[in-house]
């Protein structure tokens, strides 16, 4: 017998698929389509081993689809432009174009070994001209319709490099590159106004009946939709401030306000006040903090006084106007009613500066006392201390307060939301152009649509600092007014890489059309995507976008549906030794070592076996094993039959078989059954496959205990047969060459999917007699192959037989497997 050699396998099976062009999808009005979208890679270099269950998973689902008939879109891509493009290209002088160029090439000739069903010719590469092109026309759709404007926003700063960081560059508040001290800076920014959409993005979660609960609260908890109030406080200066509170029942235990301290009314307040030297410098201090240690409920909370005094609008009370570390500005108003009573966070603050406590909420049969409160009381409760709304419930309390602010003018009912703006501007050469020209004359300028693609320049010069090169491409950055004519400069800026993939899977629709970002026919054929499939580390940001741009294109009328991904399968981390693979920690185990040395069926195999796809996946040597070996069980029992069962039809005549085939039969067509359930309705790629390893061992059962010239050679081939075509998503090019090797027609993936026979299923029953001490008293139909206990526990479930027991004593039950069973009694 010929040894599994995998790799002449692996790669003539792929040069098959290639030159028969096995996975192209074509539009086709009679078939039901399926789309199956895997996240497209950034191209780092290699791949790693969560592409490769990423891919693994994908490529599965769309090859059983195809196997039942649908016509499948399964589509890859690269996520290609980004920050280490660049920082490759400062390091090692390589241009960023040709580092992306060249990884992609190294990954695809990856994926390709790992013999994926994708549709190679629809690969699209969002750093081509011919797909950022698309990108910019997308960003001049948000233009016109208003959702892109330019607004101020800091920005880390490096004042050593002269050169703006992004979040990742900076490290424990230092430049990466020089660990000098990061400050902000203020520039003028480019946002798509996803706020818009806020109530949509949250409503539409309950369209998605087919996504993980767990990612739809992470989009929820970021859309942060809250109810509230907003309430205005008159400062002695005569300028308003207005807090956001969710709270606005607990207004009478205000003892102080806050503001962010870049809160704009700052200046104002401090102006003349002996405190104004001190808040100054405590401005500088916060605005080198990030925003997540401002945020977190553990950060330490520190402010500083004003000097000055605002008024409570509904109690009439005089309270301190305090700057503080933990009001962001960007939230609600960016200023904050103080109730330490009520709110955890003020009161370690009002704790910290000795600011009073004063409870104005009692929880039912409680009575707090502010003095000794160590923990605020957020609940509901009854309202005290609050004049004439003592006594009611806060529940009541905080609609008839908002109602009186609103009477009295100082006020209104207001929901907020978390969610801000997308900032997509970036201070980077490897991006999409931002398509806009500015003019003396005429101001801010779209390109017109005829005049993309914006190009990148590609002959461009890396100064160490990390400064963007387009500030200084002349040509690039001198232009003309497409209004005027007269001289203008373009947009330095660059998009943020998440809008080139918000819309790539409109892209894979018609990948090569050089007059639209994509065909709204094929869009309306393929779209919404049947299956999404992708790490949960983009269960916010690269969703949420999608889905906004989607919504976007839905308003224009240019797809078909508000919502891109029907169903979603996030899959979970491939761990070793318990840790997540990583660099760092030197744990990783590179695909292509396991490709070449035991096989990319293996590979996948094992990484399909080892644990369900939304759990982590421990790395195992022995797992890897494992499946090495079960390949080759497979590959051993299906050459040995192959010349037995070439010849022979396919379709046993149910009618003729005998109780070894019968049970045979039974256990081939329970296996399609368990197989084709745990992949379609729970995606248990792990039970299917351990199914399939039943079925195995069912089939060298049947050969090694029934002697050869006593073989049904029907229910052979069916039981093969069934095994390859099961096989075939898993492991596609060993059931390609055993497909091949028992005389299958075309190619295996070709095949129908197979299907439970009703009849080959029924468990073969047979009639036994039920004795009572040695007497024939009744008789009973039951199962074939039932153990002494099995049989047992079914004769004294049957009322008919309790009945004959009744008043006797049962001391011993004799079972004859296959005639009776006596029951002795006393
Ligand atoms: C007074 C109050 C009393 C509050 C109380 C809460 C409980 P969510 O639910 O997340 O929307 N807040 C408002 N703007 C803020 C900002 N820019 N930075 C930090 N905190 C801010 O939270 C809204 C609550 O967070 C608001 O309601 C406000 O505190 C605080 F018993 O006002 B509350
Ligand atoms: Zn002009």
Avoid at 258 to 272: K, S
Avoid at 284 to 311: D, L, M, N, P, W
Avoid at 698 to 719: C, F, I, N, P, S
């Amino acid at each position: 017998m010929e040894k599994y050699n995998f790799r002449l396998i692996e790669k003539k099976w792929q040069r098959r698929w290639e030159e028969t062009d096995a996975f192209r999808a074509t539009e086709d009005a009679a078939g039901q389509k399926y789309y199956c979208l895997v996240m497209f890679p950034y191209p780092s270099g290699n791949l790693h081993m969560g592409h490769v269950r990423n891919y693994a998973i994908g490529d599965v689902i769309a090859r059983f689809y195809r196997m039942n008939g649908y016509n499948v879109l399964h589509p890859m891509g690269w996520d290609a432009f980004g920050l280490p493009a660049e920082n490759a290209a400062i390091k090692n002088r390589i241009p960023p174009a040709k580092w992306t160029w060249g990884n992609i090439e190294n990954m695809r000739r990856q994926l390709r070994s790992l013999g994926l069903s994708y549709d190679w010719s629809r690969e699209v590469t969002t750093c081509h001209p011919e797909y950022y092109r698309w990108t910019q026309w997308l960003f001049l759709q948000l233009y016109h319709r208003g959702l892109a404007y330019r607004k101020k926003q800091a920005v880390n700063w490096c004042p050593s490099c002269a050169t703006v960081l992004a979040n990742e560059q900076v490290v424990g508040g230092r430049c990466e590159r020089c660990d000098t001290e990061v400050t902000t800076r203020d520039l003028e920014q480019w946002f798509f106004r996803i706020t818009d959409y806020a109530d949509r993005l949250l409503d539409d979660l309950k369209k998605l009946p087919g996504w993980p609960e767990k990612v739809k609260l992470m989009q929820e908890n970021w859309i942060g939709k809250s109810h509230g109030a907003e309430l205005e406080f008159l400062a002695e200066n005569g300028s308003r401030i207005t807090v956001f509170t969710t709270r606005p029942d607990t207004v009478f235990g205000v003892t102080y306000l806050v503001l962010a301290p870049e809160h704009p009314l700052v200046e104002e307040l401090i102006r003349g006040k002996a405190e104004a030297r001190q808040v100054m410098e405590f401005v500088e201090k916060v605005r080198k903090q990030s925003e997540i240690e401002r945020a977190s409920a553990e950060g330490e909370k520190e402010g500083v006084f004003t000097g000055a005094y605002a008024v409570n609008p509904i109690s009439g009370e005089k309270v301190p106007i305090w700057v503080a570390n933990y009001v962001l500005l960007e939230y609600g108003t960016g200023a904050v009613m103080g109730v330490p009573a009520h709110d955890q966070r003020d009161l370690e603050f009002a704790r910290k500066y000795n600011l009073p406590v004063r409870v104005v909420i009692q929880p039912l049969g409680k009575n707090l006392d502010a003095a000794t409160l160590e923990q605020a009381y957020d609940g509901p409760g009854v309202m005290v201390n609050s004049g004439r709304f003592d006594g009611l419930d806060s529940e009541v309390g905080r609609l008839k307060i908002t109602e009186f602010a609103e009477e009295k003018g100082c006020g209104r009912e207001k929901v907020n939301y978390r969610l801000r703006d997308w900032l997509i501007s970036r201070q980077r050469y490897w991006g999409a152009p931002i398509p806009i020209i500015y003019c003396d004359r005429c101001g801010i300028v779209p390109v017109p649509e005829e005049d993309l693609p914006v190009l990148l320049p590609e002959d461009v010069a890396f100064e160490p600092t990390g400064e963007s090169p387009l500030l200084k491409a002349e040509d690039f950055l001198n232009t003309t007014c497409p209004r005027c004519g007269a001289s203008a400069r373009r947009e330095t800026d660059t998009m943020d890489t998440f809008v080139c993939s918000s819309w790539y899977f409109l892209r894979y629709c018609s990948p090569q059309d050089r007059e639209q970002a994509f065909d709204s026919s094929k869009v309306r054929y393929w779209m919404p995507v049947d299956q999404y499939i992708g790490g949960v580390e983009h269960a916010i940001l690269h969703l949420m976008y999608s889905r906004f741009i989607t919504k976007v294109l839905y308003d224009q009328g240019l797809v078909p549906c508000d919502e891109p991904f029907t169903n979603l399968l996030t899959q979970g981390m491939v761990l070793k030794d318990g840790a997540k693979m990583s660099k760092s920690k030197g744990n990783v185990v590179s695909p292509e070592e396991i490709i070449e040395n035991y096989g990319a069926d293996t590979a996948r195999l094992f990484i399909l076996f080892a644990a369900p796809p939304e759990r982590d996946l421990d790395w195992s040597d022995q797992g890897v094993d494992g499946a090495y070996r079960f390949i080759n069980r497979v590959w051993r029992l299906v050459q040995s039959l192959a010349p037995v069962i070439r010849d022979t039809g396919n379709t046993p005549d149910a009618g003729a078989l005998g109780s070894q085939e019968r049970e045979l039969r039974r256990a081939i067509h329970r296996t399609i059954q368990r197989v084709t359930e745990d992949i379609k309705t729970r995606f248990n790629f792990n039970t299917a496959v351990s199914a399939i390893m039943e079925l195995v061992n069912a089939l060298y059962h049947y050969t090694e205990g029934t002697a050869e010239q006593e073989w049904h050679r029907d229910v052979l081939k069916e039981g093969i047969s069934v095994l390859i075509t099961l096989l075939a998503p898993f492991t596609p090019h060993l059931a390609e060459e055993l497909w091949e090797a028992i005389g299958g027609k075309g190619s295996v993936h070709e095949q129908k999917w197979p299907e439970a026979d009703p009849e080959a299923l029924k468990q073969e029953e047979i009639n036994i007699a039920v004795q009572v001490n040695g007497r024939v008293r009744d008789h009973l139909d039951v199962p074939v192959g039932l153990s002494n206990r099995e049989l047992e526990e079914l004769v004294l479930a049957q009322p008919r037989i309790n009945q004959l027991l009744q008043g006797k004593n049962l001391v011993k039950v004799v079972c004859v497997p296959g005639k009776l069973v006596n029951l002795v009694v006393k």
